[in-house]
């Protein structure tokens, strides 16, 4: 893990140095920011040390598509990575067929499905707007961005509350989706989308088993993807309730807020610096539950059960 870090964050940095060589001319000062942001990135901490995030480097392609590099490669999770940079998987001798697990492949398979759907969308919804820039090139640039880094990491190239609501509820979607699992991101994670539309699927198909590439998934998994969906949903109601009760703030800011904090993303319409004491003091507990993690929280907090041996007669209720 160390290693792999290490290598990613310093490929990061020095691609960074070559794309901040116009705006930050002195090489001392270019080097700390490169590395700061390399690292920020990798770790989906979003912080930037330019007051305005990313905004004033909308045009520039390689800083953005590094970012994005150390944004995606840091949210696949560090299973993932061992995997994809382990030698043994890539030249593993002539007779050894070079075969990822499925988790591997559904984590990158999702992760670029959110990505490539996202920022389609963001385009779609902005196309009668020059929020995303002036020309073609530079509007795909800025949805890609918008859509990497709305999954957990926080920078933002676009004034977040100059975009139309149907671009900022397609993020919040994105933000509650969130990284993958032993990633440096938050959200429900990608898997358990998965393991959901796999669920919906066997269900709709009249399977008895949920059935992923040719793998069958315990049931006991499918159950913690409901049931992270389920806690995960009440938590954001819960928090946008009381949120909407303590400010005097559109809904849609309040949402945004809410699911900004709950995947650790750190992506605000503005409405951060207008908090008031009780409305900071819940998106900070917001926070931690979203990097503990709803369902080790809910673990946490209620008494455990030892695990029974029976099960009751069957009776059948009707759904939907």
């Not at 902005?126 to 640039?141: D, K, V, Y």
Request: charged share 15%; proline share 3%; aromatic share 10%.
């Amino acid at each position: 893990i160390l290693g792999i870090t290490v290598l990613v964050e310093a490929v990061g940095a020095t691609l960074l140095f070559i794309a901040f060589e116009r705006s930050i001319p002195d090489a001392g000062r270019r080097l700390y920011y490169s590395i700061f942001h390399s690292i920020s990135g990798f770790c989906n901490a979003g912080f930037s040390l330019f007051s305005t995030s990313l905004e004033t480097f909308c045009d520039n392609a390689l800083l953005l598509l590094t970012m994005c590099a150390l944004i995606v490669t840091g949210g696949l999770g560090f299973v993932v990575l061992m995997e994809l940079f382990s030698p043994y998987t890539w030249f593993g001798g002539p007779r050894r067929k070079r075969r990822f697990s499925v988790h591997t492949r559904y984590v990158v398979l999702i992760t670029a499905i959110l990505i490539v759907v996202g920022a389609a969308v963001i385009l779609v919804t902005e196309r009668g707007s020059t929020a995303l820039g002036e020309t073609l090139p530079q509007r795909a640039l800025n949805a890609l961005f918008q859509s990497v880094t709305a999954r957990t990491a926080g920078f933002n190239t676009l004034n977040i509350g100059a975009l139309s609501s149907a671009t900022v509820f397609a993020m919040i979607v994105l933000m509650f989706i969130g990284a993958s699992p032993g990633s440096t991101g938050g959200g429900i994670k990608t898997t358990t989308v998965a393991c959901l539309w796999a669920a919906v699927v066997a269900s709709l198909r009249n399977r008895p088993h949920v059935e992923i590439h040719r793998r069958t998934i315990p049931a006991e998994t499918v159950y913690k993807a409901m049931t992270l969906l389920c806690v995960s949903l009440a938590v954001v109601v819960l928090f946008t309730l009381a949120l909407l009760s303590t400010e005097r703030q559109p809904f849609l800011d309040v949402l945004f807020e809410v699911v900004s904090a709950f995947g650790t993303v750190g992506l605000s319409m503005g409405l951060t610096p207008e908090l008031s004491d009780a409305g900071r003091l819940l998106i900070t507990l917001l926070m931690l539950i979203g990097r503990l993690g709803p369902l080790t929280v809910a673990y946490a907090m209620l008494p455990s059960h030892a695990k029974v041996n029976y099960r009751y007669a069957e009776e059948r209720i009707m759904i939907g």
